[in-house]
């Protein structure tokens, strides 16, 4: 059974910074595309990045570039999602996926995404 576990959420200052986990179990990631999107209330989910496992392709949001790094450890099955700088507006729940393929904009499409992890709250206070 495949399981993505999203973890280290949680409060920061505008201006610091918080590294996201996501573990994933139930099968080799090696071949897969993984993202993170983000959620905040009363808004859609939106993009924030996505790498290949092989690290070849890598994308950015606009709002996040400069900011934001993705990262992978393979041997524990893990992606990390490193992010500096935090603004106020990076506040929502952040979500972890796993696409078998997508390149280019269609990284950006969640629909693409057959994997998710149950979410991590990331608060950003001015």
């Known amino acids: 059974q495949v399981q993505l576990v999203d973890s280290g959420g949680g409060l920061a200052q505008a201006g610091g910074s918080l590294r996201l986990s996501c573990a994933a179990s139930g099968r080799t990631f090696s071949s897969y595309v993984m993202a993170w999107f983000r959620q905040a209330p009363g808004k859609e989910r939106e993009f924030v990045a996505a790498f290949s496992w092989s690290g070849v392709s890598t994308y950015y949001a606009d709002s996040v570039k400069e900011r934001f790094a993705l990262s992978r450890d393979g041997a524990k099955n893990t992606v990390y999602l490193q992010m500096n700088s935090l603004k106020p507006e990076d506040t929502a729940v952040y979500y972890c996926?796993?696409?078998?393929?997508?390149?280019?904009?269609?990284?950006?499409?969640?629909?693409?995404?057959?994997?998710w992890g149950q979410g991590t709250q990331v608060t950003v206070s001015s």
């Open positions: 996926a796993a696409a078998k393929y997508c390149s280019g904009s269609g990284c950006y499409d969640g629909t693409r995404y057959a994997y």
